[in-house]
């Protein structure tokens, strides 16, 4: 009855975590990068394109394409 509820740790986060870091194994090499720059690093768009040296458009495509992928799987 004294217990401190988590509200961070529940059961439906941690199956969420595993459900991403599955969905992220399924993506090409050059998708990962770009979804792992822009929402692990927290870079824009313009960051990944020069660090990946492609136009922002083309990280713009490929993110969204990414992501699509993932909600398959998700």
């Known amino acids: 009855m ?3 509820s988590d509200n961070k740790n ?4 941690w199956i969420e975590n595993i459900s ?3 969905a ?6 050059r998708e990962k990068l770009i ?3 822009r929402f692990f690093e927290g870079k824009t768009q313009m ?3 020069d660090e990946i040296g ?3 458009a083309q990280v713009s495509r490929l993110e969204k394409s990414a992501l699509s992928h993932m ?3 998700i």
Not at 10 to 13: K, W
Not at 24 to 29: A, E, N, P
């Open 35 to 37: 979804l792992t720059l």
């Open 24 to 29: 992220l194994q399924k993506l090409s090499s």
């Open 10 to 13: 529940t059961d439906d986060s």
């Open 20 to 22: 991403i870091k599955q």
């Open 71 to 73: 909600r398959k799987y």
């Open 2 to 4: 004294d217990q401190i």
């Open 54 to 56: 492609i136009s922002q």
């Open 47 to 49: 960051e990944v394109a």
